[in-house]
């Protein structure tokens, strides 16, 4: 039972205690008064009638007689008279038959009159000639005391009523700042750092300081360590004039790209390259040369806005690097004939010469479809001979080369032949799904599953990094979340309570008010089964549109449906959106997990996030790992788990 209900039944029993003794204490003083009253007047009346009668009784006058105690017994107040002679003989009787059947039987046994029968001798002088007795009637005053008693519980009643509300009023204004302060405790638990208003009562007063001055550190604990973190990633992994990563980190996330396992099937590696950038820098200063790399990678944040996977880096001195995956040959030409047109909008470098004259740019493009997947060292290569081309061409020129001349099934594949498949594939629901098993570190068996999509294509599976970017091309990710939720929903209806499956959604859907809508229907109608999902989205949809995906995730947790935070690390500026997102867990981007044993500083940045995620209730699991060593150092480290082809090939069901 809550404080709240301990006081105001304790109040309100004091209070009926108080005013039931106050009405059983009147109750008794008017019956007491009733009491005295009843038996004075029956003694007052029999004196009266033995004066009255003196003649009648002395003449034997039997009218006179009969007359005056009908004129006395009439008026009701006495339940029988009699009048004897002196020899004792019943001269005259009177019995009343009044009946209070109003008043309960148990109310006269409580309260019990004492009626006393008055008696008064008829004589003159010494002469006596008869005897009269008066016996009083109580049950008028049964009547009359039911009666008050009657007005006095109604009054109580109305009374307690009253004070009820006046004292559930007064206890909530007065325990308001304990229903704050639980809230906030629960509030701080969900790393949700918020402060309640100071009350007036000067005792909780103080606790609620205590407690808003626990959680302002609290806040500012977790900032502090947040942003130390993120600056150590920064100084790592990002250029520091620019804000784009760095040579190291763009290495990383490339072969991470390149990897075969990670299901990228074809990618474009674009290299841009300032032309005489040493004589600029020589001519116009330090700060101007600066000032135009900031300019230039300003335009590469830009471009990178346009697409999910990406990378873009300053890779030494005038030279950058960006890398798009999962794109088709034709997309990839036009991706670097409008990264040139914007980068050429850039203000002049010198006099007449447009920045147009001093851009080259180098892409080398490749497919798996070819047969095999060159490597980090070979495509970097095959960029650079592309940039070298441009630069040997003369001013403002653009090279693409690919790693075979074959044609590919992306690029045989035009946008009408995609658009067309995509349709079949939804109409017909041929989406494809697996399951990959997830580990949990220090438990023997999981019932985890990471939920992978794939669809068919001339007897053999197409990965969601080859069709996807279509369907995100043709602004069909609604329809396909939708599918992909549905069947893995419907499968889970039919498996053990343990399993729980985490599947990615793309952003364009999150912030779709339709898919929310629905998806929030769905939530609501299938609790049992919410409560076994977790929606994963990239660290990229944060920056997409963060309030929206933040605003949901708070909305689906009330439903049990959880969230997930997909190749953490990828991008910077997370951090600080943590102690706002309700999130079950983050899942480290693979960049940092392959061949971790050999880096030191992967480690220190994973044993920070872990530390941050852990005081957050937030667990950490790996992506992409495969090797024994890498996993022997992330159990080491202190992760909660990890996914990769180390613990299971995805599985046509669960097992």
């Known amino acids: 039972m809550t404080l709240f209900k301990r006081l105001v039944i304790m109040t309100m029993a004091i209070l009926f205690l108080a005013l039931a003794g106050n009405i059983s204490s009147g109750v008794w003083s008017v019956k007491e008064h009733l009491n005295r009253q009843l038996n004075a007047n029956a003694e007052d009346a029999a004196r009266s009638l033995a004066i009255s009668m003196n003649t009648a009784l002395r003449e034997q006058d039997q009218g006179s007689i009969e007359t005056l ?3 006395m017994f009439d008026g009701g107040d006495y339940q029988s008279i009699r009048v004897f002679s002196v020899e004792g003989h019943l001269l005259i009787e009177k019995v009343a038959d009044f009946d209070a059947s109003d008043v309960p039987s148990w109310f006269k046994d409580l309260i019990k009159f004492t009626q006393v029968t008055s008696e008064a001798e008829v004589s003159d002088g010494w002469q006596q000639y008869g005897r009269i007795f008066v016996q009083p009637n109580a049950e008028k005053s049964y009547v009359k005391l039911w009666t008050i008693t009657q007005t006095m519980v109604v009054w109580v009643a109305l009374l307690m009523g009253a004070a009820l509300v006046m004292i559930v009023f007064f206890m909530k204004t007065l325990l308001k700042p304990l229903a704050d302060m639980e809230h906030q405790a629960n509030a701080i638990s969900n790393r949700d750092f918020r402060t309640i208003p100071l009350p007036r009562a000067r005792e909780l007063r103080r606790v609620v300081m205590v407690m808003n001055g626990m959680a302002e550190k609290l806040s500012q604990l977790f900032s502090d360590q947040a942003e130390m973190t993120e600056q150590l990633r920064e100084m790592s992994y990002r250029d520091s004039l620019t804000g784009l990563s760095n040579r190291r980190d763009f290495v990383g996330h490339f072969k991470s790209y390149l990897d075969p396992r990670q299901g990228c099937k074809s990618g474009a590696l674009i290299l841009v390259g300032i032309r005489a950038f040493d004589k600029y820098n020589q001519e116009h200063g330090t700060e101007k040369a600066d000032e135009l790399l900031v300019q230039l990678s300003a335009q590469l944040k830009e471009f990178r806005k346009e697409h999910s996977k990406i990378i873009t880096a300053r890779l030494k001195g005038a030279e950058f690097g960006v890398f798009i995956a999962d794109v088709t040959r034709d997309h990839a030409f036009q991706a670097l004939q409008k990264l040139f047109k914007q980068l050429s909008m850039l203000p002049a470098v010198s006099g007449s010469e447009s920045m147009a004259d001093r851009l080259h740019l180098g892409l080398a493009y490749y497919s798996d479809s070819s047969g095999e997947i060159p490597t980090t060292g070979g495509l970097i290569s095959l960029a650079d001979q592309a940039l070298r081309r441009a630069q040997g ?13 074959a044609q590919e099934t992306e690029s045989v594949m035009g946008d009408q032949a995609w658009r067309t498949y995509l349709e079949k594939v939804l109409e017909g629901r041929a989406v494809k799904l697996l399951y990959q098993p ?23 599976l197409v990965t969601a990094s080859l069709f996807w970017p279509m369907v995100e091309r043709f602004q069909w990710t609604e329809h396909f979340d939708q599918l992909i939720i549905t069947k893995a929903m419907s499968l889970m209806a039919s498996q053990p309570e343990d399993l729980r499956l985490t599947i990615n959604v793309s952003p364009k859907s999150l912030v779709s008010s339709k898919f929310t809508d629905w998806l929030k229907k769905v939530a609501q109608d299938n609790p049992a089964l919410s409560k076994r999902v977790v929606l994963e989205v990239s660290e990229y949809a944060l920056h997409y549109d963060a309030e929206t995906i933040i605003s949901l995730s708070q909305t689906l947790s009330a439903y049990g449906m959880q969230f997930a935070i997909d190749h953490f690390g990828a991008s910077s500026g997370t951090f600080s959106y943590l102690n706002r997102i309700k999130v079950d867990h983050l899942k480290v981007d693979r960049s940092y997990i392959r061949d971790i044993h050999l880096s030191k500083d992967n480690q220190f940045y994973i044993r920070s996030l872990i530390q941050i995620a852990h005081n957050l209730d937030i667990k950490v699991y790996a992506e992409g790992v495969e090797k024994e060593e890498e ?25």
């Not at 061409?393 to 001349?405: A, D, W, Y």
């Not at 022997?632 to 069901?653: H, N, R, S, T, W």
């Open 69 to 71: 105690l009908n004129a």
């Open 438 to 460: 997830v580990k949990h570190f220090g438990m023997s068996v999981s019932h985890d599953y990471e939920v992978l999509a794939r669809t068919d294509y001339k007897d053999s």
């Open 393 to 405: 061409r003369g001013r403002n020129t653009v090279i693409m080369l690919s790693t075979s001349e």
């Open 631 to 655: 996993y022997q150092v992330l159990k080491d480290l202190g992760l909660d788990g990890a996914i990769g082809y180390l613990f299971g090939k995805p599985l046509a069901e669960p097992h």
